[in-house]
């Protein structure tokens, strides 16, 4: 990978395709990084896409071959293992439509700077974290992809890329009051990550949900968003030079 020109492709979820109408994410951090640290020009193309999960990666292969990376940034897991209430029962019928829409339950990730609109969000945002868990109490849960199938998903993703550096990235970290018994679930599928890894050659693993464990919601500032899933804009720059170290050990490991 001795080039002057390096193409990175992201594969990803909500946390990669960025929030808001303007999809604030990680790329320019990214992109930041990995030029000043490698001396290349760093062309990024983000296929993340919010709500994604594993199969979707398995589903736009041919997207991401015409998009002709060196390295692709696969980060997805996140959305696939959460814990959910399931979508059955007496409860769920009970529930207004637009709360059963994918992720009406989980808190807003930020809050408008107008008031009269940043109050009624707040209330909206505590309710739909409520029913989750009274849901959760009261219906079976589960995850959108469960073990097996992820395993097998993200292995075959790689098998298909078995040419391309891939870095891999684990789960996030989340806060057990808005996402009450997913950080289990998300060590055990950052788990599977980690093995897929090891046994593929030229796939890279980068735990980043032990080192947002570390560091928590209540750093100041903080490098999550309201509902201590998504980042904040710091947490992006955080996330965009942290990732932006381990792609530009990948280039400069290629280079020798």
Same mark, same amino acid.
């Given at each position: 990978?001795?080039?002057? *020109?390096?193409?990175?492709? %992201? ?12 999809? %604030? ?14 001396? *290349? !020009? ?22 991401? !071959?015409?998009?002709?990376?060196? !390295? ?17 029962? *007496? ?74 550096? %891939? ?75 942290? %990732? ?13």
């Amino acid at each position: 990978m001795n080039k002057s *020109v390096i193409k990175v492709t %992201i594969i990803g979820d909500s946390i990669s395709q960025g929030l808001g109408k303007k999809k %604030i994410n990680y790329c320019e951090s990214l992109k930041n990084k990995i030029e000043n640290l490698t001396g *290349v !020009i760093c062309n990024l193309e983000n296929l993340a896409v919010t709500g994604k999960t594993i199969i979707y990666a398995n589903e736009i292969i041919e997207d991401i !071959i015409k998009s002709d990376p060196d !390295i692709i940034l696969l980060f997805m897991g996140s959305v696939d293992a959460l814990i959910r209430p399931k979508p059955e029962g *007496v409860f769920w019928k009970c529930l207004p439509k637009r709360y059963k829409l994918n992720g009406m339950l989980d808190p807003r990730p930020f809050y408008s700077k107008k008031r009269w609109r940043y109050i009624p969000e707040h209330i909206d945002s505590w309710i739909r974290w409520h029913l989750k868990k009274v849901l959760m109490k009261f219906c079976k849960v589960y995850s959108w992809v469960d073990e097996e199938t992820f395993e097998k998903y993200y292995r075959d993703f790689v098998r298909n890329f078995s040419d391309k550096e %891939i870095l891999a990235i684990s789960p996030v970290y989340v806060d057990e009051k808005f996402f009450p018994g997913s950080n289990y679930n998300l060590k055990r599928y950052r788990d599977i990550i980690s093995k897929i890894c090891s046994e593929q050659e030229n796939t890279h693993f980068f735990d980043i949900y032990s080192c947002q464990e570390q560091l928590g919601w209540k750093e100041n500032p903080s490098i999550y968003g309201d509902d201590h899933f998504h980042p904040s804009i710091y947490g992006y720059q955080w996330m965009g030079s942290i %990732i932006g170290d381990k792609i530009s050990q990948i280039i400069k490991l290629n280079k020798k």
